[in-house]
Nanobody, 123 residues
């Protein structure tokens, strides 16, 4: 089995910064995709930032220049550094990781979601 543990959310004033972390553990052979999503109340979950299969990054237009996704392959961890936060960034943030892992007796590619971490930006 694979577990994801998120951390780093909280309450911050507009203009402030936060850093989210998402660590994967378990019988992981490779990590094939890492991304961050968010869901605000009454809205659909949306992509915030992700690593593409080629290793390049892509960002939602609303966060370009303010958010940075990074990874530590040795720790199977993905980060989201957020600066110049705005009230509209308020949401629950989820990491999404696709791994090649052994689950039970099978080896395959599986998607996993973190438990979500609340980010609240006050004006």
């Amino acid at each position: 089995q694979v577990q994801l543990v998120e951390s780093g959310g909280g309450l911050v004033q507009a203009g402030g910064s936060l850093r989210l972390s998402c660590a994967a553990s378990g019988s992981i052979f490779s990590i094939d995709y890492m991304g961050w999503y968010r869901q605000a109340p009454g809205k659909q979950r949306e992509l915030v930032a992700a690593f593409s299969s080629g290793g390049s990054t892509n960002y939602a237009d609303s966060v370009k220049g303010r958010f940075t996704i990074s990874r530590d392959n040795a720790k199977n961890t993905v980060y989201l550094q957020m600066i110049s936060l705005k009230p509209e960034d308020t949401a629950v943030y989820y990491c999404n990781i696709h791994v090649t892992a052994k689950v039970g007796v099978s080896i395959g590619s599986y998607p996993y979601w973190g438990q979500g971490t609340q980010v609240t930006v006050s004006s």
